[in-house]
């Protein structure tokens, strides 16, 4: 079935440095999607994103959180700086519509902030 | 808050078994029900989902019960295979709400 990619799989940084999620969608998908996972807990909205823009975002997407997506290249999710607390496993995932669209999810990718 | 909430947290089943997986939510205004299961080193992938205008919905061996008065559903997953073993995620979401609000998980391991 169709495929989302996340590089890298495992970063890690140190707190206060800058790092950029990569996440390579579904090729005909419209809509854009961050989830973040703490070890042991659910997997928690981060934000969507749909036509350049973003549409909606949680609470836990932060002032030091952004996205883009330049091009129809990559869609990035870039924490600048970096704290301890974004320790997680950060999912992309895409759909062609909203709501009842099937959502699909890349892989993840483990972030650890030492 | 949780919004999602999934019991049990773990089950273990015979091969050929029925697995039952439960859900509960306390809003409402979603309206659609998706269950996703997930692999090891995986992203979660899709199993089966409902709408809420429905309360039963079928697929081989996996079926979703849906009761909208008690904001309850359940995931049967019938004549249970080793390589059911895996993590299922019980989600809401919204037909003009991109979002979706996930639970916890169970984790299932079925025994051969």
């Known amino acids: 079935g169709p495929k989302v990619l996340q590089i890298p799989s495992h970063q890690i940084i140190d707190m206060g440095q800058m790092v950029t999620l990569n996440c390579d969608p579904v090729s005909n998908h419209l809509y854009f999607y961050w989830y973040k996972q703490i070890l042991g807990q659910q997997m928690e909205f981060l934000v969507n994103f749909y036509n350049g823009k973003v549409m909606e975002k949680s609470k836990l997407f932060k002032d030091q959180f952004s996205v883009e997506r330049p091009d129809g290249s990559y869609f990035t999710l870039k924490i600048q700086p970096t704290a301890l607390e974004d320790s997680a496993v950060y999912f992309c995932?895409?759909?062609w519509g909203l709501g009842g669209g099937e959502q699909y999810f890349g892989p993840g990718t483990r972030l650890t902030v030492l | 808050q949780q919004q999602v909430r999934q019991s049990p947290q773990s089950l273990t089943v015979w091969e050929g078994e029925t697995a039952i997986l439960n859900c509960s939510y306390e809003n409402s205004a979603f309206d659609y029900f998706p269950w996703y299961q997930q692999f090891p080193g995986e992203g979660p992938a899709l199993l089966i989902s409902i709408l809420s205008v429905s309360d039963k919905k079928e697929d081989g061996r996996f079926t979703i019960f849906f009761n909208k008065r008690e904001k309850k559903l359940s995931l049967h997953i019938a004549d249970s295979q080793p390589g059911d073993s895996a993590t299922y995620f019980c989600a809401e979401g919204g037909s003009a709400l991109g979002r979706l609000h996930f639970g916890a998980g169970t984790q299932l391991i079925v025994i051969p």
């Open positions: 995932a895409s759909s």
